[in-house]
């Protein structure tokens, strides 16, 4: 085991002085989606409510899905796209993107949406100041697969990404799709090779590639790149990332042509070397106007394996040839693509050498932008949330607490106006814990110990 068995729970960490206050909202499985206070007091569940991902409204409001398609046939699939109310009933939903027809199930409309969604008013769906989604009105975003057959990409069918806007009334008024664009990619031979024949297999629906596997899209949203005359980041363009190709892209809404990238290969110019090979991403966006570091690209770079490549002895098949045991926030200047701030074992007070991946997650995870400047971000795979600030210290930690999860997805953070129906608890500091001196209720305590020096020193091996 590389981590502790037992460990505790909820808020560990909390400095009411230096975080931005409010309410963390977070999706479990099989428990369904969870607001906590700042000092982890769970103030709302939504029973059984998927999230993926959840993201609050003002005024009480939740999206999430009620369901998920049966894994033997769909990969990633879920049913609709709600939004309910603050007490769970249904106000808005989406599901007709495919009539499906599974083996022995009843036919049903699905949207298969994944990942994400973004309501009208709000580019990134987590908290801007004056930029409020639309709850009763509006186009919605939706991330969505759709099963396809291209065999200049692959000769296995392949799980496609789907980027829908649908208006109020669930009409679909434009849409992009991923393979549509494949050699814009930048993707180099030897990469088109692998993904032509194995492009990240699942085996649902008697086996489909997810071969992109996109797990964010959001508007740019009004930026100083814009005003400033730069037409690849107008506002209505989108920006994605790809998990397992390992790269970051910009499409013109208008054309649906890739305008930025970042990635799939980060050996091609100076810039990208400095940067590094980010592998596997999470919840890349452009961080909005009116917060701090606005204009910038946010994104988690989970590390872990992913990106395609010419085999070798650690991939076989050219499939996650890149490879990193540790994960790291990253804050872009997205025209001279300099990174402008991160967070990762460094910045954690972790050695990289030895305890570098007590930052990891491979998987899931992502991060947002607080008014206050502070970063949360989430560490999915561990189910942990910390709020951290500019100068990388930590002031707020929390440790989801359920044992029938084994992550987050992940968490956002929204003032305590968004919901006038909870009432928070008191906010208490909570000061991180002297882990030598700390023991659990009849364990013995023995920092007492007389210690002996011993004369001399003896040298290790380095």
């Not at 999430?64 to 603050?86: A, I, P, S």
């Not at 969505?144 to 296995?156: D, F, G, L, Y």
């Not at 592998?279 to 570091?293: A, K, R, V």
């Not at 460094?346 to 930052?359: F, P, S």
């Amino acid at each position: 085991m590389g981590s502790p068995t037992i460990y505790p729970t909820g808020v560990t960490i909390y400095d009411p002085e230096k975080c931005f206050n409010g309410y963390t909202l977070y999706d479990v499985e099989k428990v369904g989606t969870v607001l906590v206070d700042m000092n982890g007091c769970e103030v709302k569940i939504w029973d059984k409510l998927r999230g993926f991902p959840c993201k609050l409204l003002k005024g009480g409001q939740v999206f999430g899905q009620t369901g998920e398609r049966n894994e033997r046939f769909g990969y990633q699939d879920d049913v609709d796209l709600v939004q309910v109310d603050w007490d769970g009933n249904i106000v808005w939903r989406f599901n007709k993107h495919e009539l499906i027809q599974d083996d022995f199930e009843t036919p049903q409309w699905m949207a298969r949406q994944h990942h994400d969604c973004q309501r009208e008013g709000n580019p990134v769906g987590y908290y801007v100041p004056d930029m409020e989604c639309k709850t009763d009105g509006g186009n919605t975003l939706l991330l969505c697969h759709r099963n396809i057959v291209n065999s200049k990409i692959s000769a296995r069918t392949l799980c496609d990404d789907v980027f829908l806007e649908v208006d109020w009334n669930g009409n679909i008024v434009w849409e992009w799709q991923a393979s549509d664009h494949y050699e814009e990619f930048g993707f180099s031979e030897a990469q088109k090779n692998v993904i032509y024949r194995e492009p990240n297999m699942h085996k649902a629906g008697g086996g489909v590639g997810d071969w992109l596997h996109i797990n964010c899209m959001s508007e740019l949203g009004p930026n100083k790149w814009y005003d400033a005359g730069d037409e690849r980041f107008h506002p209505r363009n989108i920006i994605f990332d790809s998990r397992e190709a390992s790269f970051l892209a910009i499409i013109s809404r208008e054309t649906g042509k890739i305008v930025w990238k970042v990635g799939p290969n980060y050996q091609e110019t100076e810039q990208l070397k400095a940067i590094g090979n980010i592998i596997g991403p999470h919840l890349t966006h452009m961080i909005p106007q009116g917060l701090p570091g606005a204009g910038n690209i946010l994104l988690f770079d989970n590390g872990g394996g992913a990106g395609y490549g010419v085999p070798d002895a650690n991939s076989k098949k050219g499939l996650k040839t890149m490879i990193r045991d540790y994960s790291r926030v990253l804050e872009i200047n997205p025209v001279t693509l300099q990174i402008v701030w991160q967070y990762g074992p460094a910045e954690a007070g972790l050695l990289v050498a030895v305890d570098a991946n007590h930052l990891y997650s491979p998987l899931v995870s992502g991060a947002q932008r607080l008014p206050n400047g502070n970063t949360l971000i989430t560490i999915g795979i561990d189910g942990r949330i910390i709020e951290v600030t500019r100068s990388g210290k930590m002031v707020w930690e929390y440790q989801q607490p359920y044992n029938e999860a084994w992550g987050i997805y992940r968490a956002y953070r929204y003032p305590y106006e968004y919901v006038p129906q909870a009432k928070h608890s008191e906010e208490i500091a909570i000061l991180p814990v002297d882990k030598q001196h700390f023991r659990v209720p009849g364990a013995v305590d023995n920092t007492d110990i007389v210690r002996t020096g011993v004369a001399g020193t003896m040298e290790y091996p380095v």
